[in-house]
């Protein structure tokens, strides 16, 4: 009987553990949303839930032959949440340290910070965290901010997130049941670069 | 009272009916025949509308035929009536069901469309950083920390 109760209240400890890591990995981004007005251009994108669901089933539809497509698939269906915001101004200082703050305060001991940059010349400043699982085998959530004069841009990926392919994705997703997306998105990726 | 078996006999013994019997009946007879043609006898008028029937056999196949029409064309008219409904109605349903699996369909699109966009940012972003940064292995680096 107590091994039971043991059993169970280890697997209790677990979920518990598993959802707090999984909440951890869920950066809060709404205090961003007051640089909309500034911002020349926004891009914001939150997918979690049903609506990622129905984002990688829409995804699994697409060709299987496609090498894009399908590295586009070993990405998508480990994801638990993409949220996305990035504010491009006309003007350079329309946010401030505090703006950038209010994200980098969330990030706990729990983060590793991958990569840091800053360039005093251009004053930009990015950094790239990585959230490991309990476990320490699987990434549990990405957080990229770029911070430059103009232009702030703040992902966070939730979910076992393999960093290594989204970086080596072609500059374009090609999904070939709409040629329309593909030119779009290739339009949209030249633009970024 | 008592009746002896001389007053039955009295009673019953046979009686002449007097001159002109036959005829006195045979004009009663006459009469009532007369009577009976034109007053119709009281109670008795269901029997004399069915006797009319009786008397007029195509008239009743007619009439009955035209019943029978009537209720048959009704009846086709009410299950026309019915399949029409029961057709508008699975229209509407299919109509429905098409137009939420649109909107299920345009959701999917919009989903992927953003997924797609936030990797296509994530990407952008990650490589702009790694080069910032001057990690020429970062790619290796980020996977070391993955295993």
């Known amino acids: 009987m107590k091994r039971v109760m043991g059993m169970i209240v280890g697997l209790a400890l677990c979920c518990a553990a598993a959802r707090g890591y999984g909440q951890d990995a869920k950066i809060q981004l709404d205090s961003l949303n007051k640089l909309s007005d500034k911002a020349a251009r926004v891009t914001d994108v939150t997918l979690d839930g049903s609506l990622l669901q129905f984002a990688v089933n829409m995804i699994e539809k697409a060709d299987d032959g496609d090498e894009d497509v399908a590295q586009l698939k070993s990405i998508m269906k480990n994801l638990k949440g993409i949220y996305v915001k990035s504010f491009e101004f006309d003007e350079a200082s329309q946010y401030s340290k505090a703006d950038v703050e209010s994200v980098r305060s969330q990030i706990t001991a729990r983060w590793t910070k991958i990569v840091q940059s800053i360039d005093k010349r251009s004053n930009e400043h990015d950094e790239i965290y990585l959230l490991k699982s309990g476990s320490g085998e699987h990434v549990a959530g990405v957080l990229i901010l770029v911070a430059e004069p103009k232009e702030l841009t703040v992902v966070n990926i939730v979910g076992d997130v393999p960093v290594d392919k989204i970086s080596s994705l072609e500059h374009h997703f090609v999904i070939n049941d709409k040629d329309s997306d593909k030119k779009q998105k290739k339009g949209k990726s030249h633009d970024e670069e | ?147």
């Open chain 2, 1 to 147: 009272m008592h009746f002896s078996e001389d007053d039955l006999r009295e009673a019953l013994k046979r009686k002449d009916p007097g001159e002109g019997f036959t005829q006195r009946v045979m004009a009663r007879v006459e009469q009532a025949k007369a009577e009976g043609k034109t007053k119709p006898v009281n109670g008795n008028g269901n029997r004399s509308f069915l006797a009319w029937w009786r008397l007029r056999p195509a008239w009743t196949f007619a009439v009955v035929t035209l019943l029978l029409l009537g209720f048959a064309w009704g009846g086709y008219q009410y299950s026309e009536y019915r399949h029409a409904e029961e057709m508008r109605i699975a229209a509407e349903k299919q109509k429905q069901m098409e137009e939420k699996q649109k909107e299920l369909q345009a959701e999917a699109e919009q989903a992927k469309a953003q997924a797609i966009l936030a990797l296509e940012i994530a990407r952008a972003k990650l490589n702009h950083v790694l080069q910032q940064a001057q990690v020429p292995a970062g790619i290796e680096k980020i996977r070391r920390q993955r295993l």
